[in-house]
């Protein structure tokens, strides 16, 4: 019987394995995404990526340096960011297309001394890519400058650096900026001033939701100010990188045992990989295409829908403006 079981059975498993291969290699090849293959020569381009020690970050900042930019990484810890660095050289980047200036998106002071140090280098900058950002802190926490520390990370940090270094952007002629938002802006209930800095108000997923909305409001309130007074030589668009198992989980139960072993086979399937994630910042930074395309929002590589709150051109000028007021100090 034994036999004539396994007789029966094996022609079902001839038939159904190549047709199990196929379901899984396209649904990997789904899960994996858009992948940004224009012929794009980026020599003597000029970029700044924030937090390109690891993840996405990282790999933007490589295939800048492998289209021939020179990129300045944006890093926190320098130990970290040269670790990257020879990792990134032994993939093929050119060493000395590859400048480390470390700087803290928590501290404006430190943000500041970043863009001096920069400014003193170059007389310009083609592309900047927002890209750095935490999430799920497990507590309200308040940086040196008073402000929750995912928002300031994730954008009011972002919005110094843009607004100091736009200039510089300007001076390129075609200068771009790239913020690196997530889908879940779409889930953010509020960017009020009283809520984001609020500890009443504090939720490690809210508040991670909240500044990824203030991303994609900035580029919308960006380009709403540029179109008022004719300004054309700077886009600004924002972006989902897609779903990507980075270091940025750190402060999550997927990041620790035993789940961290547990899901690593799901996350390898079903997750992109850093260099997936990089593509759409990348389409973002170097497509002829979008020449002079901004205030949009995109993923895989292709517009797509923004929250309703992103739209509304009131509530993005007040973000603008209050943000503005936040950091002004630091832009004279």
């Not at 660095?85 to 060493?95: F, H």
Request: with cysteine; glycine share 6%; charged share 20%.
């Amino acid at each position: 019987m034994t036999d004539d079981f396994l007789f029966g059975i094996f022609p079902g498993l001839l038939v159904s394995a190549p047709i199990f291969i196929c379901a899984a290699f396209f649904l990997r090849k789904y899960f994996k995404g858009a992948q940004f293959d224009e012929p794009v020569d980026a020599s003597g381009k000029v970029a700044i990526v924030t937090g390109a020690s690891s993840g996405i970050g990282k790999q933007v900042a490589r295939g800048l340096n492998l289209r021939g930019a020179k990129v300045y990484m944006l890093c926190r810890n320098r130990e970290k960011a040269l670790c990257a660095i020879e990792q990134l050289v032994e993939s093929g980047c050119d060493r000395s297309r590859l400048l480390l200036l470390c700087a803290d998106l928590s501290s404006f002071a430190s943000i500041r001394a970043f863009v001096d140090s920069f400014i003193k280098a170059e007389d310009r900058l083609d592309i900047l890519v927002n890209n750095a950002g935490v999430f799920a802190l497990p507590s309200f926490q308040k940086t040196i400058d008073g402000y929750e520390t995912t928002f300031q990370c994730n954008y009011l940090g972002h919005f110094l650096l843009t607004e100091i270094l736009m200039e510089s952007l300007c001076s390129s002629g075609h200068g771009r900026i790239v913020n690196v938002s997530s889908m879940m802006h779409s889930s953010a209930d509020s960017i009020a001033e009283d809520v984001v800095n609020n500890p009443n108000f504090y939720s490690r997923f809210h508040t991670y939701n909240r500044s990824k909305l203030a991303n994609v409001m900035h580029v919308r309130a960006l380009t709403t100010l540029w179109r008022e007074s004719g300004e054309n030589r700077v886009t600004a668009n924002a972006c989902h990188p897609g779903a990507v198992h980075t270091n940025i989980l750190q402060y999550t139960f997927i990041d620790r045992e035993p789940w961290r072993t547990l899901l690593k086979p799901i996350f390898a399937f079903f997750f992109k990989t850093d260099e997936d994630g990089a593509q759409t910042p990348l389409y973002l930074a170097l497509s002829k295409h979008l020449d002079g395309i901004s205030g949009e929002y995109f993923s895989n590589c292709a517009k797509a829908s923004m929250a309703s709150l992103a739209k509304d051109d009131k509530q993005c000028k007040y973000l603008y403006e209050y943000s503005k007021k936040a950091v002004i100090q630091h832009i004279k």
